[in-house]
């Protein structure tokens, strides 16, 4: 079963920066390539929101209110995928799952919360 670990959530002052991390220690590299690798979050009382995506070095995408502020990356050969945020507001308080998808077949990161807050 693939496994999805997140890491690198916490509490931050606004104007601060964080750097999520998601893993896949299980999945075999090859495959790992065909994901496409997201970072959703879900605030309290709030439907879960795709916050990136990337497919490869060259191609991602971004929700409107993080443009400019957050960068999705991936680390093929270590099946790492990360997302670096800066400028963070209150409103980006919330539970970031990462996620891989490849045609049917989707996947899930426990979470973790991420606090912007004086």
């Known amino acids: 079963q693939v496994q999805l670990v997140e890491s690198g959530g916490g509490l931050v002052q606004p104007g601060g920066s964080l750097r999520l991390s998601c893993k896949a220690p299980r999945m075999i590299t090859s495959t790992f390539n065909q994901y496409v690798m997201g970072w959703y979050r879900q605030a309290q009382g709030k439907q879960r929101e795709l916050v990136a995506e990337?497919?490869?070095?060259?191609?991602?995408n971004y929700e409107d209110s993080v443009k400019g502020r957050f960068t999705i990356s991936r680390d093929n050969s270590r099946k790492m995928v990360y997302l670096q945020m800066t400028n963070l507001k209150p409103e980006d308080t919330a539970v970031y799952y990462c996620n891989a998808r490849w045609g049917r077949n989707e996947h899930w990161g426990q979470g973790t919360q991420v606090t912007v807050s004086s």
């Open positions: 990337i497919v490869d070095s060259r191609t991602s």
